[in-house]
Every structure is written in structure tokens, then in C-alpha cells.
């Protein structure tokens, strides 16, 4: 435990800021709502959008845009939301083991009696404990935010609580993937690449898909469907939505103990 008390430690400024940009960021999206709040000539242009466009925004028939439900989907838990999100966990995989073997900062770690399979493990725990810190964060500024902006009516906690919890576990799925890469190539820079092409991959494929009129099974090939298939926060809680992202958050991260265990650790 203590490799992840010292990985928390080291970054808790940094955190702080991370808190303040999610802060910021849900007051400056909620403060538009008023204003367009029940307004009809919105419905009926969104209702024009393309298909792929209303997937990437997570726009669902009959939800208005101007409800609370409609606007949070929209402008929060679809975009700002997610993408603060993943920029913070590519960040942190990356950094974990490929970053900190590139600084040199796992030679040292192993110079003390750490076995590598515990450091992979610590890193991984730390690195997932710092995402659901900032996905509570979220929830806890959404939660006593949207009161002052009317953004709440029509939406119950444990809808609010499943699409934070959603987009948590999407943020977890790539930082898995970042942190297995680091453990592969021991640099940050390709681990950060191959995460973020997999993020905007999957956003765009989530796009393509709707606007081809795939079937279902084909769509969810992208995990950002598994998230947005369904406005969470009023359908509240659906398995799909975390569940399978958690599991192979879990699988890929596992990946990275053997990975790393065999391979020659670059010096700094």
C-alpha cells in the first residue's frame, strides 16, 4: 500500500486542479440552461439533426432538449463530461508505468524489496482510486449545482448517480488500456496514442454506426454505445452501461502484470 499512498500523495495537487476544471466545467454548461429551458423551436431542430449526430450526443426520441434530462445528456454526460474524463485517465495509464519508467522512477521503485507483480497492482489500484475520486467529484458538482440552475427537475438520484457512474467507467476502460500499453512500450507517448486513437475511434465508430443504420450487435463494438445507447438518467441504472466496461477495465489492466514481469525495465 505504500506505492499507492505515494502515487496518491505526489499528485494531490494536481487533483485539486482536476477537481476545479470538472467544477468549472458543469457550472459553465448548467448556466445556458435557463435560457433554453422548454423551448420548443429546439426540439424541432435537434429533431432535424442527422442520426450520427444524435448518437454523439446521446439524443434520445421523445426526451426533450430543453428538460433537464435532455440537457444534461446533451451537453454534459455525452461530451464535457466524458471527454475531461478520459483526458485525466489516458493521462494517469499512461503515466503509471510507462510514464514513471521513463522518468526513471521505477528503476528506483524497484530498487527496494517491491516485486513487480505488487507494483503493477498498487499503480492500477491507485490509478483507478484517483478516477473514482474525480467521478464523485462529478457526481457531487452536478448534484449541488443543478438545484441553482433548475437542472434537476424530472431527474431522480439513482439516474443521476448511474450516468456518473457510466461515464466513470468509460474514463476506467481507457485508462486500462493506457496503462497496459505503458507496461508494454515503458514511454508514455505510445500509450497515450493508443488509448486516445481507441477513444476517438470508438466515438466516431459510434457515429458511423448510426448513420449506416447498423444493426445493434455491430454497435456495440464501440464502448461509448454501451454508455449512451440509453439516456441513464431517466432510464436510471442499466448493466450495460458499466458493468462490461468495469470487467474489461479489470481484464486489460490484469494484462499489464505479465507484460511488465518479463520484460528488461529501461534506465533513465
Known sequence: ????????????????????????????????????????????????????????????????????????????FSSVAPIILLVLAIALGSGALGGAEEDGATEFLLSYPIKRTNLVIDRFVAMMGVLVLHTLILLAAVFVFCPMFGALDGVDLPGLVAACIGCGALAMLHASIAFTAGAWFGRRT???????????????????????????????????????????????ADWMAFVPALALSVLIGAAAIPIFANRDIRGK
Do not use: H
Request: include cysteine.
Open 190 to 236: 505510445p500509450a497515450t496514442a493508443i488509448a486516445s486513437a481507441i477513444a476517438a475511434g470508438g466515438y466516431v465508430l459510434l457515429g458511423l454506426f448510426s448513420a449506416i443504420d447498423a444493426p445493434e450487435p455491430v454497435r456495440y463494438l464501440t464502448p461509448w454505445y454501451w454508455f449512451l445507447k440509453t439516456n441513464l438518467l431517466i432510464s436510471g
Open 1 to 76: 500500500m505504500t506505492v499507492v499512498r505515494r502515487f496518491v500523495t505526489d499528485r494531490w495537487r494536481t487533483d485539486c486542479w482536476w477537481a476545479l476544471g470538472i467544477i468549472v466545467m458543469v457550472v459553465l454548461n448548467l448556466a445556458f440552461f435557463p435560457g433554453i429551458k422548454g423551448t420548443a423551436d429546439l426540439d424541432q431542430t435537434v429533431a432535424n439533426l442527422p442520426p450520427a449526430l444524435k448518437a454523439m450526443f446521446g439524443i434520445e426520441e421523445g426526451i426533450s432538449i430543453g428538460s433537464a434530462a435532455g440537457y444534461l445528456q446533451a451537453q454534459v
